[in-house]
Each structure stands twice: as C-alpha cells, then as structure tokens.
C-alpha cells in the first residue's frame, strides 16, 4: 500500500512540475526533485526514468550528487523571484510586498550559496 501512496505523489509531483515548464514562475525541477524521491521508495524504475530524462535528468542527478545547482538556474530562480515580488508590489502593495520580498531574501540567499 506505501509503495502506490509513494508513486501517487511523484505521479503528483511530475504533474505540478510539468505545469511549471510551461508557466514561467511555477519552478519545475523541484517537483522533480521531490517526485525522484517519491518514485525512489514506490517505483524505481520511474525514478531512473526522471534521472535519465535529457533535459531534466542533468539537474537531477547533479543535486543528488553534490547538492550543487547550475549558474543558469540560480539566475532563473532568483529573476522569477525579483518578477513575483514586483507584481507583489503592483497588485497588493504595501505591507504585503514584504513578504515575497522576506521569502526570496532567504530562499534566494540559499539558492545562490549553493555549490554550482
């Protein structure tokens, strides 16, 4: 039974992170990330498929050997994250801006001190 509870959620997770290849501030590694996880304890071979993927695969492997996240995707994650905090900013202004601002100060710190 944990073994479908655990590839219903990589299934889960490959869905979101499939939306997030087509909108511009949904991240989709990620969601891959954590449905390889999923798959690792429900379904292996799916797993191998996510960590073979030619476009995806790369960035998979390379955080589960070395927790390590190209230069490229840094720069991607930290201008989604300015984009998200300035239509914060327009649409429900202040005080509420702190908060996307608050997140990507910390997430975005995280991001870019990680190895590349």
Known sequence: MSRHLWTGAGLAFVAIGAVGAFLPLLPTVPFLLLAAFCFAKGNPAWEQRLL????YGP???QWRERRAISRRAKQAALVAMAISVGITALTAGW???????AVMAISGTWIWTRAE
């Not at 073979?52 to 476009?55: G, V």
């Not at 005080?95 to 601002?101: C, T």
């Open 95 to 101: 005080p509420w801006v702190l908060i996307p601002a």
């Open 52 to 55: 073979d993927h030619p476009k």
């Open 59 to 61: 960035a998979l492997r």
